[in-house]
Structure formats: structure tokens, C-alpha cells
């Protein structure tokens, strides 16, 4: 339920319960523009692009088994 249902709601309750009150001319204008709203489509939101992509860092790897073996052999002595 959207505000304009409510508001065409309460304009018609006044109406109904107040039909010559001095403001029963000016809610009868506000209700025919609040039921213009009501057939109206709603705008599309405008959808907004992210920046770049985002891109997983890349792990950097040992060149080889030999250069990892080394540095274990460093560290345990």
C-alpha cells in the first residue's frame, strides 16, 4: 500500500463526515489529483554503473620446489 491509497482514503473520510466544510472545495481538487497519481506508471529508477570489476588478487607462487625446500632448510637450522 503506497501513501497516495492512504491519503485518498483520509480526503474521502473528510468528505464523507464533512461534506460542507469550507475546505470540502479545496480536498475535492486534492483528490482528483491524488487519483491522477494513482493511474500514472511509476519512472523507472535510473540504475547506476559500478566502477571496474572486481578481480580477485592473484597468490604468488614459489618458481619451484627447490627454492621452498632451501628456505625450510635455512629456517630449521
Known amino acids: 500500500m ?11 473520510a473528510f468528505l464523507h ?3 460542507d466544510h469550507k475546505w470540502a472545495v479545496p480536498y475535492a ?4 489529483k491524488v487519483r491522477a497519481l494513482k493511474d500514472e506508471q511509476p519512472k523507472t529508477a535510473e540504475v547506476r554503473k559500478r566502477g ?5 588478487q592473484r ?3 614459489t618458481t619451484s620446489v627447490a ?3 632451501q628456505a625450510v632448510e635455512i629456517l630449521e637450522t
Do not use: F, G, M, Q
Request: proline share 7%.
Open 2 to 12: 503506497n501513501d497516495n491509497v492512504l491519503i485518498e482514503n483520509a480526503v474521502l
Open 17 to 19: 463526515h464533512y461534506p
Open 29 to 32: 481538487e486534492l483528490l482528483t
Open 52 to 56: 571496474r570489476p572486481a578481480k580477485r
Open 59 to 61: 597468490k604468488k607462487e
Open 67 to 69: 627454492t621452498s625446500t
